[in-house]
Protein backbone atom coordinates (compact mmCIF):
# COMPACT_ATOMS: atom_id res chain seq x y z
CA UNK A 1 0.00 0.00 0.00
CA UNK A 2 3.02 2.35 0.48
CA UNK A 3 4.39 2.02 -2.95
CA UNK A 4 0.72 2.98 -4.08
CA UNK A 5 0.87 5.97 -2.55
CA UNK A 6 4.35 6.62 -3.50
CA UNK A 7 3.43 6.21 -7.31
CA UNK A 8 0.65 8.62 -6.45
CA UNK A 9 2.81 10.97 -5.32
CA UNK A 10 5.38 10.90 -8.18
CA UNK A 11 2.47 11.08 -10.86
CA UNK A 12 1.22 14.12 -8.95
CA UNK A 13 4.28 15.93 -9.33
CA UNK A 14 5.27 14.82 -13.12
CA UNK A 15 1.02 16.10 -13.95
CA UNK A 16 2.83 19.62 -11.77
CA UNK A 17 5.93 19.49 -14.12
CA UNK A 18 4.10 18.98 -17.53
CA UNK A 19 1.28 21.35 -16.59
CA UNK A 20 4.22 23.99 -15.88
CA UNK A 21 6.01 23.24 -19.36
CA UNK A 22 2.45 24.28 -20.80
CA UNK A 23 1.98 27.34 -19.35
CA UNK A 24 5.87 28.34 -19.68
CA UNK A 25 4.85 27.48 -23.46
CA UNK A 26 1.81 29.38 -23.64
CA UNK A 27 2.43 32.68 -21.64
CA UNK A 28 6.70 32.97 -22.31
CA UNK A 29 7.75 30.74 -25.18
CA UNK A 30 4.90 31.39 -27.75
CA UNK A 31 4.88 35.79 -26.86
CA UNK A 32 8.86 35.45 -27.03
CA UNK A 33 8.71 33.52 -30.28
CA UNK A 34 5.78 36.12 -32.24
CA UNK A 35 7.88 39.59 -31.11
CA UNK A 36 11.64 38.13 -32.06
CA UNK A 37 11.12 39.60 -36.21
CA UNK A 38 14.15 38.52 -37.90
CA UNK A 39 14.92 37.46 -41.38
CA UNK A 40 15.75 33.86 -39.97
CA UNK A 41 12.48 33.82 -37.86
CA UNK A 42 8.81 33.26 -38.70
CA UNK A 43 6.86 33.44 -35.73
CA UNK A 44 3.76 33.26 -37.92
CA UNK A 45 4.87 28.75 -38.21
CA UNK A 46 6.85 29.18 -35.08
CA UNK A 47 3.55 29.74 -32.78
CA UNK A 48 1.38 26.56 -33.89
CA UNK A 49 4.24 24.58 -33.28
CA UNK A 50 4.66 25.64 -29.61
CA UNK A 51 0.55 25.46 -29.34
CA UNK A 52 1.33 21.32 -30.60
CA UNK A 53 3.13 21.14 -27.52
CA UNK A 54 0.90 22.83 -25.23
CA UNK A 55 -1.90 20.61 -26.69
CA UNK A 56 0.91 17.74 -26.19
CA UNK A 57 1.69 18.58 -22.57
CA UNK A 58 -2.19 19.03 -21.89
CA UNK A 59 -2.91 15.73 -23.35
CA UNK A 60 -0.31 13.99 -20.79
CA UNK A 61 -0.85 15.85 -17.76
CA UNK A 62 -4.24 14.56 -18.37
CA UNK A 63 -2.92 10.75 -18.97
CA UNK A 64 -0.92 11.31 -15.88
CA UNK A 65 -4.17 12.13 -13.70
CA UNK A 66 -6.18 9.48 -14.84
CA UNK A 67 -3.83 6.83 -14.07
CA UNK A 68 -3.35 8.11 -10.63
CA UNK A 69 -6.95 7.14 -10.38
CA UNK A 70 -6.57 3.70 -12.10
CA UNK A 71 -6.12 1.05 -9.44
CA UNK A 72 -7.60 -2.44 -10.93
CA UNK A 73 -5.51 -5.40 -9.69
CA UNK A 74 -2.30 -5.94 -12.06
CA UNK A 75 -3.39 -2.20 -13.26
CA UNK A 76 -2.72 -3.03 -17.18
CA UNK A 77 -4.70 0.29 -18.01
CA UNK A 78 -2.59 2.38 -15.59
CA UNK A 79 0.71 1.10 -16.72
CA UNK A 80 -0.16 1.28 -20.53
CA UNK A 81 -1.43 5.21 -20.15
CA UNK A 82 1.66 5.66 -17.92
CA UNK A 83 3.89 4.04 -20.63
CA UNK A 84 2.16 6.01 -23.43
CA UNK A 85 2.24 9.69 -21.32
CA UNK A 86 5.77 8.97 -20.35
CA UNK A 87 6.83 8.35 -24.23
CA UNK A 88 4.90 11.52 -25.45
CA UNK A 89 6.88 13.45 -22.47
CA UNK A 90 10.00 11.83 -23.73
CA UNK A 91 9.80 12.52 -27.55
CA UNK A 92 8.46 16.36 -26.43
CA UNK A 93 11.52 16.97 -23.93
CA UNK A 94 13.50 15.92 -27.60
CA UNK A 95 12.00 17.82 -29.65
CA UNK A 96 12.09 20.96 -28.05
CA UNK A 97 15.40 20.51 -27.70
CA UNK A 98 15.92 21.36 -31.16
CA UNK A 99 14.80 24.80 -31.22
CA UNK A 100 16.48 25.37 -27.91
CA UNK A 101 19.36 24.46 -29.55
CA UNK A 102 18.75 26.58 -32.27
CA UNK A 103 18.16 29.69 -30.44
CA UNK A 104 21.01 29.59 -28.29
CA UNK A 105 23.30 29.49 -31.67
CA UNK A 106 21.47 32.39 -32.19
CA UNK A 107 23.13 34.78 -29.54
CA UNK A 108 21.71 37.53 -27.30
CA UNK A 109 18.56 38.31 -29.20
CA UNK A 110 16.44 35.05 -28.01
CA UNK A 111 17.79 34.49 -24.41
CA UNK A 112 14.72 34.24 -22.70
CA UNK A 113 13.16 32.20 -24.92
CA UNK A 114 16.51 29.51 -25.21
CA UNK A 115 16.20 29.55 -21.33
CA UNK A 116 12.09 29.00 -21.25
CA UNK A 117 12.60 25.87 -24.14
CA UNK A 118 15.89 24.54 -21.71
CA UNK A 119 13.45 24.76 -18.75
CA UNK A 120 10.47 22.94 -20.32
CA UNK A 121 12.90 20.52 -22.15
CA UNK A 122 13.76 19.68 -18.54
CA UNK A 123 10.38 19.26 -16.82
CA UNK A 124 9.35 16.91 -20.09
CA UNK A 125 12.19 14.58 -19.37
CA UNK A 126 11.52 14.95 -15.87
CA UNK A 127 7.78 14.19 -16.09
CA UNK A 128 8.88 11.17 -18.45
CA UNK A 129 11.49 9.67 -15.85
CA UNK A 130 8.63 9.85 -13.16
CA UNK A 131 6.30 8.33 -15.73
CA UNK A 132 8.38 5.26 -16.32
CA UNK A 133 9.34 4.83 -12.86
CA UNK A 134 5.66 4.50 -12.04
CA UNK A 135 5.39 2.02 -14.19
CA UNK A 136 8.42 0.03 -12.28
CA UNK A 137 6.70 0.65 -9.30
CA UNK A 138 2.99 -0.91 -10.37
CA UNK A 139 4.41 -3.49 -12.06
CA UNK A 140 6.67 -4.59 -9.03
CA UNK A 141 3.59 -4.98 -6.86
CA UNK A 142 2.34 -7.30 -5.69
CA UNK A 143 -1.45 -8.98 -7.97
CA UNK A 144 -3.12 -8.69 -4.58
CA UNK A 145 -2.97 -5.28 -4.17
Known amino acids: MASESVRRRMLLVATGLVIGVAAILAL???PLSRAYLSLHAWPDTA??????FVIAN?????ALLRATRVTRPGG???TELL???GLLALASSFVLLMPA???YSEGNLMQGAT????ACAGGDLAAAVLAFTAVVVR???PPSQ
Open 115 to 118: VLLF
Open 76 to 78: CAS
Open 139 to 141: LRQ
Open 58 to 62: ALVAA
Open 101 to 103: LDL
Open 47 to 52: SPFYGA
Open 83 to 85: GAA
Open 28 to 30: GVI
